[in-house]
């Protein structure tokens, strides 16, 4: 159950914001869509657990997610991975694998940081447009979207009443599994340090060569080739 969390980050960053006064998730994407736009500044740390069953209590796969943003600079961790974006180069660690792949082509980074943690807002409307509301439970509201088709037959959204953000997303599948995300910290226009977004964690780069250092030293390092298979 672990492959396509890679790809869900930027959907649960902007699900995050809706205002819990709307009464459909549909109308609270339109509502956020035509006042916010995209969210420019955030930090969002998320837990992901998945359960066999839905009546087990232990998860058979847990991870924390964190997602940083400053307009066009990123950072993005899931487990043993962390993703960078910033104004000269794309770094993507595998720290399981031991390795680094990078690439100083500022379109290919960004269509790589879309793959793995990008949001289209049209196709959420499509995709979540109807809701029911379920009520509040424990100072949330509770809104379920039911999937007539697909290997998720419910998904249900929680969102915190008093700081007006998600607190909760949980995946029910037909198989019987079930996936939750909890948001453990949500903050907006946060203040970020500058190494924050440096590649020096990483890598150190010369006129010759991209080579990995500090944590990673020792890791393969390799460009991200645009004809192949990107993912580390």
């Known amino acids: 159950m672990k492959s396509g969390f890679t790809s869900m980050g930027g ?17 609270a994407l339109i509502t956020m869509k035509q006042e916010h736009g ?23 796969y847990k991870q924390r997610a964190e997602v940083k943003r400053d307009n066009d600079l990123y950072y993005y961790s899931l487990g043993d991975t962390e993703m960078l974006l910033n104004k000269g180069l794309l770094v993507m660690v595998d720290h399981r694998a031991r390795q680094i792949s990078y690439t100083k082509n500022q379109t290919l980074g960004k269509e790589v940081l879309d793959e793995r943690a990008g949001f289209n807002l049209d196709s959420m409307l499509q995709a ?4 029911k509301y379920m009520g509040r439970e424990d100072k949330a509201d509770h809104f379920q979207v039911v999937h007539p088709n697909g290997s998720i037959i419910k998904t249900d959204f929680f969102f915190d009443v008093i700081n007006q953000h998600l607190q909760k997303i949980i995946y029910r599948y037909a198989s019987d599994q079930v996936v939750t995300i909890r948001f453990d910290v949500w903050e907006s ?21 991209v080579m990995a250092v500090g944590r990673c030293s020792g890791y393969r390092v390799i460009p991200i080739d645009q004809n192949e298979n990107s993912t580390p």
């Open 128 to 131: 979540y447009g109807e809701s």
């Open 189 to 209: 226009n946060p203040d970020f340090t500058t190494l924050v977004f440096s590649e020096q964690a990483f890598v150190q780069i010369t006129d010759e060569e």
């Open 11 to 27: 959907l649960l960053i902007m699900l995050s914001c809706i205002s819990a006064s709307a009464q459909t998730l549909k109308e």
């Open 38 to 60: 995209e969210f420019e500044r955030l930090h969002v740390v998320m837990m992901i657990e998945a359960f066999e069953t839905s009546s087990s209590q232990t998860p058979v």
